[in-house]
């Protein structure tokens, strides 16, 4: 079966913290792809990252940065120096190989204070 | 930039009437997807299409429907509203592309209805 799981329902820091955002997935197939989305209040999912499940290099784009590890089944999030405009849901999901679909995880909502 | 547009940002409905969501892309994508996202439940796939004419259910297809005569619009259907259909609606569109092309299979989406049935 595939699924994804964001353990982390709600996560509150203080502006300039760093913050990790978890994702487990689960897929029996080989090949597929994760992605992480930006959900900010206004509502629009806004696409982030894609990472094929042949390349396990971590990518860094300005404050934030990406780990995927197929040993363990994670692709986590971190935020770097966190600010007030990344407060948002933000969303794990997976492509799997069976018609361009993708499976959510149910969200972290993550809250940055002044 | 890829642009998928909604037709309405808020919409109020009455139960029982007949309701059209219209969702359109500007990137030439084949694919098209039409979710709805509820507290507590997440994003969840009604129904998505793979070409023109074409159509698929998705995992809570009932009480909708779809059209797809254009490539660039894919309408998502209530024929009589129902107040468990109070939800925000999410249109996106992908890419088949090329094999290895970074954007094949990314999803882009629109800004989102919100809509009440009363």
């Known amino acids: 079966a595939q699924k994804v799981t964001q353990a982390q329902t709600e996560i509150s820091v203080v502006e300039k913290e760093d913050v990790t955002l978890d994702c487990v997935y689960e897929t029996r197939d080989t090949t597929y792809y994760l992605f992480w989305y930006k959900q900010p209040p206004s509502g629009e999912l806004v696409f982030l990252i894609r990472?094929?499940?042949?390349?396990?290099q971590n990518e860094i784009s300005g404050r934030y940065s990406w780990n995927f590890q197929k040993s363990t089944s994670s692709f986590n999030f971190t935020i770097t120096a966190s600010q007030v405009v990344d407060s948002a849901v933000y969303f794990c999901?997976?492509?799997?190989?069976?018609?361009?679909?993708?499976?959510f995880g149910q969200g972290t909502e993550l809250s940055v204070k002044p | 930039d890829v642009k998928v547009t909604q037709s309405s940002r808020y919409l109020v409905k009455r139960t029982g009437e007949k309701v059209f969501l219209e969702c359109v892309q500007d990137m030439d994508h084949e694919n098209m997807f039409w979710y709805r996202q509820d507290p507590g439940l997440g994003l969840r796939l009604i129904y998505f299409s793979y070409d023109v004419k074409m159509k698929e259910k998705g995992d809570i297809p009932e009480g909708y429907s779809v059209s797809r005569e254009k490539k660039e619009r894919f309408s998502l259907i209530l024929e009589s509203a129902s107040t468990n259909q109070t939800s925000m609606y999410l249109c996106?569109?992908?890419?088949?592309?090329?094999?290895?092309?970074?954007?094949?299979?990314?999803?882009?989406f629109g800004p989102g209805t919100r809509l009440t049935v009363l």
């Open positions: 996106a569109s992908s890419s088949s592309g090329l094999a290895g092309s970074t954007s094949t299979d990314t999803q882009y």
């Open positions: 990472r094929n499940s042949f390349d396990e």
């Open positions: 999901a997976l492509h799997y190989n069976q018609g361009g679909k993708l499976i």
